[in-house]
């Protein structure tokens, strides 16, 4: 069965270190790979996908992420984060095959400090 | 501002009751999108149709359902509620499928007491 873990419940760091948010995923099929923003109160933003092509994704605000087909990875990374970085952060995979089904990790909850 | 609006933003109800959550897509968008979020099991995609028809199906209970209208907008139905399924219920809308930007709307914040 399908399932997306993120290793890390929560984040803790510094406002201007880098980041890296860890996504593994189990799948024997192809997947597309999506990392979404939560702010408070809000619904989903999101930052950044992949479907084919370039393992290098590059997202909104400053966010890129790189999928590890032989590690079943996809970790989001910042290189310098900002308070306003403060967010839930879901990582999730969509099956193209077998009817999009798509599936969320539980979330990382990262809290830059000043 | 997404450009998805969701109605009711928030609503109390009973168990064993019936209601409807309204979503409104984006202009030009095909696609909308149900999902639920709760503590207990966290995010899941209920349902999707596109341009009027049931494209994908997730994690929908039957006492669930969902239809898209003909001016594109969507209502999810949820009946015989149950203490369990108080969460938020968010809509998203896209061009087209699933490889295409989903944007979110706010949310329903469903409380069953």
């Known amino acids: 069965a399908q399932s997306v873990t993120q290793l890390d419940s929560q984040v803790p760091v510094f406002e201007e270190a880098p980041v890296e948010l860890r996504c593994n995923y189990s799948?024997?099929?192809?997947?597309?790979l999506f990392w979404y923003v939560q702010y408070p109160n809000q619904g989903l933003q999101l930052l950044l996908k992949?479907?084919?092509?370039?393992?290098l994704v590059k997202g909104i605000n400053g966010f890129e992420a790189e999928f590890n087909k032989s590690q079943t990875s996809f970790h989001l990374r910042k290189p310098s984060v900002h308070i306003s970085d403060t967010a839930e952060y879901f990582c999730a995979v969509t099956l193209p095959r077998g009817g999009f089904k798509t599936i969320f990790g539980a979330g990382t909850r990262l809290f830059v400090k000043a | 501002d997404s450009g998805v609006t969701q109605t009711p933003k928030h609503l109390i109800t009973a168990t064993g009751q019936r209601v409807t959550l309204r979503c409104s897509p984006r202009?030009?968008?095909?696609?909308v999108y149900w999902y639920q979020q709760s503590l207990d099991q966290g995010l899941q995609f209920l349902i999707q149709?596109?341009?009027?028809?049931?494209?994908a199906k997730g994690n929908i209970l039957e006492r669930f359902s969902a239809q898209q209208f003909p001016d594109l907008h969507s209502e999810l139905n949820l009946s015989s509620l149950e203490l369990g399924d108080s969460a938020l219920y968010f809509c998203?809308?896209?061009?087209?499928?699933?490889?295409?930007?989903?944007?979110f709307g706010p949310g329903t914040r469903l409380t069953v007491l």
């Open positions: 149709y596109y341009n009027g028809e049931e494209r």
């Open positions: 992949y479907l084919s092509g370039s393992t």
């Open positions: 998203a809308s896209s061009t087209g499928g699933f490889t295409d930007t989903q944007y």
């Open positions: 799948s024997s099929v192809s997947v597309y």
């Open positions: 202009s030009g968008d095909l696609s």
